[in-house]
């Protein structure tokens, strides 16, 4: 999973605030996928993305959660008004695409929120 | 709704003795991908079986994908200390690379 960074590592948030998870991908990767996990659980799939656009956000809550992947610069994960519930580690992941699904997974960024 | 489910949850053995993880769902998967988390970590890629009746070997650990490609296992020989983590079973829907988890096994080894 070498060269997935995310920062930053840990966030805490008051309820109502604004949280901005970044992503960045293995160098060459243009896929991006982002998974949540609970406590105790295993990840769920929140969204994919190829650069500039969202191609599955199935997984993704339809109110306050948002995700984008620019043509320059990381992934975003941004999550407005944020709720105790949102409270999880979010991962990140890339692959090469073109065919080859293999994907690597960042350190992730612990959300909590107080 | 496409389901991993993946057994025992949680696993405390003694050094040196084998165990086995399943992981079984009623879908059908192009590959299956095993990981392995660190707490505070994300998932490590282990293996990608690909072909239905796969076997694959890692040192002590033996990957095997089911025939219909809908189930797989993963066992380890001789468990060391060192095999302590949360390991997680990944399946691949089509080739989007998106993954559905399993809920993971806690392994705990114990010397």
């Known amino acids: 999973n070498a060269g997935v960074m995310q920062n930053p590592r840990h966030l805490v948030r008051r309820r109502g605030q604004e949280a901005r998870l970044r992503c960045s991908p293995v160098k060459g990767h243009s896929h991006v996928y982002w998974y949540r996990q609970l406590p105790e659980e295993g990840l769920k799939f929140m969204v994919y993305l190829q650069k500039e656009n969202i191609i599955d956000e199935s997984g993704m809550p339809k109110e306050r959660f948002s995700a984008e992947f620019p043509k320059e610069g990381p992934s975003i994960l941004r999550i407005q008004q944020v709720v105790r519930g949102d409270s999880a580690a979010y991962f990140c992941?890339?692959?090469?695409?073109?065919?080859?699904?293999?994907?690597?997974f960042g350190q992730g960024t612990r959300l909590t929120v107080v | 709704t496409q389901l991993l489910e993946q057994s025992p949850q949680f696993l405390s053995i003694q050094e040196g003795e084998n165990l086995t993880v399943y992981c079984n769902s009623s879908?059908?998967?192009?590959?299956l991908q095993w990981y392995r988390q660190e707490p505070g970590e994300g998932p490590v890629l282990l293996v990608t079986v690909v072909t239905g009746g796969e076997v694959k070997k890692l040192k002590r650990l033996t990957f095997q994908f089911g025939d219909a490609r809908k189930d797989s296992s993963l066992h380890i020989t001789a468990a060391q200390t060192g095999d302590t983590g949360l390991y997680l079973c990944?399946?691949?829907?089509?080739?989007?690379?998106?993954?559905?988890f399993g809920q993971g096994t806690t392994l705990q080894v114990k010397p």
């Open positions: 992941a890339s692959s090469l695409g073109g065919g080859n699904t293999e994907a690597f």
């Open positions: 990944a399946g691949l829907i089509g080739n989007t690379g998106k993954l559905i």
């Open positions: 879908s059908v998967f192009s590959s």
